[in-house]
């Protein structure tokens, strides 16, 4: 009998929890648990209607692990999938070691109290999964996830080496709001604010924040979305490629962001509202990040007239029989359709149902081991195969486009 336990409950956790409740023959007995459990049963209670499929759910204090053992003791899984947010992967981690559960997250571990991540903190649990014979497996959503199972399939099957990959990330959709982040607000605005980063040569280069007048981008024509400014961008599944792909020379990240949310951007670093550090407001401590979030709307509930599509995908420079060879392996997800299945919009889709196949590998031992393992170091084969039958099918090209150098 294979149980799951899947904590958080935001736009990615209702995807996830459906996707699962999809395919009862391999997640027979699933439960949902985040801080706030009201929030798991309404996602319950649609489930039931929908696919007449009963998820059982739980409050948890996910950054507390005497609660996180606590709930593990009870449930008893064979896997938790953690779409709660970065800052609880290592209570989270410890929670699975101490009670011998396996381990996915779609978000490498992120202090909250600095605008960092990175994936060192959970490499370095390496050895006490591998000692217990449990699995960890890390950043498997769309990127990282997909971007980095696109990335095993080229070098397995396409390519004797790779020099350079780019990952490009479109969201050519329209939520109608003038300013919304497509997940967690807080996570979100951290990651794009930052100073940038991407790999030539065996190190990092530093270049300007998008927000800055000297950021590096260019406009990249992007499959059924069109021609889009892309912004170079530092993003976390760079850091486990330039480890594992053979002969890699350069990786790099664009994004692509539309004027309007770089404006309101800009207003609100510049009047402080991005800050992550405490101020007093009347009496009380307050962080600015997270009272902007209060005021932002829901990710979760952005799906209802979200129109356009997202494209996201990697165009790979390398060596195949002596000749060289570029190839564009991409996936387009429509914003609207994600809705109609799952009543959310296609960036939540697009990391919810990596994470159901991801735990559906593991829990059908296609995906085996001990130890703590990014997504690119297991065999690729059937996930792609599962991307096209359970929502997210993608195209590979050759590719004769250009790319900045
Ligand atoms: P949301 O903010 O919509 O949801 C987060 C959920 O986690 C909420 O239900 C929240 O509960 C819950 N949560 C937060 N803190 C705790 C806690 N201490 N204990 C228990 N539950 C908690 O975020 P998203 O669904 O948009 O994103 C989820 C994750 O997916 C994030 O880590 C994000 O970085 C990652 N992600 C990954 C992507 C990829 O492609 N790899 C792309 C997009 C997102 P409450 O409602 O009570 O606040």
Same mark, same amino acid.
């Given at each position: 009998?294979?149980?799951?336990?899947?904590?958080?409950?935001?736009?990615?956790?209702?995807?996830?929890?459906?996707?699962?409740?999809?395919?009862?023959?391999?997640?027979?007995?699933?439960?949902?648990?985040?801080?706030?459990?009201?929030?798991?049963?309404?996602?319950?209670?649609?489930?039931?209607?929908?696919?007449?499929?009963?998820?059982?759910?739980?409050?948890?204090?996910?950054?507390?692990?005497?609660?996180?053992?606590?709930?593990?003791?009870?449930?008893?899984?064979?896997?938790?999938?953690?779409?709660?947010?970065?800052?609880?992967?290592?209570?989270?981690?410890?929670?699975?070691?101490?009670?011998?559960?396996?381990?996915?997250?779609?978000?490498?571990?992120?202090?909250?109290?600095?605008?960092?991540?990175?994936?060192?903190?959970?490499?370095?649990?390496?050895?006490?999964?591998?000692?217990?014979?449990?699995?960890?497996?890390?950043?498997?959503?769309?990127?990282?996830?997909?971007?980095?199972?696109?990335?095993?399939?080229?070098?397995?099957?396409?390519?004797?080496?790779?020099?350079?990959?780019?990952?490009?990330?479109?969201?050519?959709?329209?939520?109608?709001?003038?300013?919304?982040?497509?997940?967690?607000?807080?996570?979100?605005?951290?990651?794009?604010?930052?100073?940038?980063?991407?790999?030539?040569?065996?190190?990092?280069?530093?270049?300007?924040?998008?927000?800055?007048?000297?950021?590096?981008?260019?406009?990249?024509?992007?499959?059924?979305?069109?021609?889009?400014?892309?912004?170079?961008?530092?993003?976390?599944?760079?850091?486990?490629?330039?480890?594992?792909?053979?002969?890699?020379?350069?990786?790099?990240?664009?994004?692509?962001?539309?004027?309007?949310?770089?404006?309101?951007?800009?207003?609100?670093?510049?009047?402080?509202?991005?800050?992550?550090?405490?101020?007093?407001?009347?009496?009380?401590?307050?962080?600015?990040?997270?009272?902007?979030?209060? $005021?932002? =709307? !829901?990710?979760?509930?952005?799906?209802? /007239?979200?129109? %356009?599509?997202?494209?996201?995908?990697?165009? #790979? @420079? &390398?060596?195949?029989?002596?000749?060289?060879?570029?190839?564009?392996?991409?996936?387009?997800?429509?914003?609207?359709?994600?809705?109609?299945?799952?009543?959310?919009?296609?960036?939540?889709?697009?990391?919810?149902?990596?994470?159901?196949?991801?735990?559906?590998?593991?829990?059908?031992?296609?995906?085996?081991?001990?130890?703590?393992?990014?997504?690119?170091? $297991?065999? =690729? !084969?059937?996930?792609?195969?599962?991307? /096209?039958?359970? %929502?997210?099918?993608?195209?590979?090209?050759? #590719? @004769? &486009?250009?790319?900045?150098?």
């Amino acid at each position: 009998m294979s149980r799951i336990l899947i904590i958080g409950a935001g736009g990615v956790g209702n995807v996830v929890a459906k996707k699962c409740a999809q395919h009862p023959e391999v997640f027979e007995e699933i439960v949902l648990a985040s801080r706030t459990r009201a929030k798991c049963d309404a996602i319950a209670a649609e489930i039931k209607q929908l696919y007449n499929v009963t998820v059982q759910t739980a409050a948890v204090d996910a950054d507390s692990v005497p609660q996180l053992v606590a709930l593990l003791n009870v449930i008893k899984p064979q896997l938790v999938i953690n779409v709660a947010l970065p800052y609880q992967d290592l209570a989270i981690m410890d929670a699975c070691l101490e009670c011998g559960v396996n381990y996915l997250d779609t978000a490498n571990y992120e202090p909250p109290d600095s605008a960092h991540f990175e994936y060192s903190w959970q490499w370095a649990y390496q050895d006490r999964f591998r000692d217990k014979g449990l699995m960890a497996v890390l950043g498997c959503g769309f990127d990282p996830g997909v971007t980095n199972i696109f990335c095993a399939w080229a070098q397995k099957h396409h390519f004797d080496s790779i020099k350079t990959i780019d990952i490009l990330d479109c969201n050519a959709g329209d939520h109608g709001h003038p300013f919304a982040t497509n997940f967690n607000p807080e996570i979100n605005i951290r990651e794009v604010t930052q100073v940038v980063r991407h790999w030539r040569d065996g190190q990092w280069i530093e270049t300007p924040p998008i927000l800055d007048d000297d950021c590096v981008h260019f406009s990249f024509d992007y499959p059924e979305a069109g021609p889009r400014e892309s912004y170079l961008l530092y993003h976390e599944e760079m850091e486990s490629l330039v480890r594992h792909i053979r002969g890699l020379k350069r990786i790099r990240f664009w994004m692509t962001f539309g004027q309007a949310y770089l404006t309101h951007l800009k207003v609100l670093e510049n009047v402080g509202m991005t800050r992550i550090d405490a101020v007093d407001y009347e009496g009380h401590k307050i962080i600015p990040l997270r009272f902007l979030k209060a $005021l932002l =709307p !829901d990710p979760g509930s952005l799906g209802t /007239n979200y129109t %356009g599509k997202a494209v996201i995908g990697c165009v #790979f @420079d &390398g060596v195949k029989d002596g000749r060289q060879s570029r190839k564009y392996i991409y996936n387009v997800c429509d914003h609207a359709e994600a809705f109609r299945e799952v009543q959310a919009q296609a960036v939540s889709y697009t990391t919810g149902v990596p994470a159901m196949i991801g735990a559906m590998m593991m829990l059908t031992g296609e995906w085996r081991g001990a130890g703590v393992y990014n997504v690119e170091q $297991l065999d =690729p !084969d059937r996930f792609m195969d599962c991307l /096209n039958r359970f %929502g997210l099918p993608w195209q590979i090209v050759d #590719f @004769d &486009g250009r790319l900045p150098e």
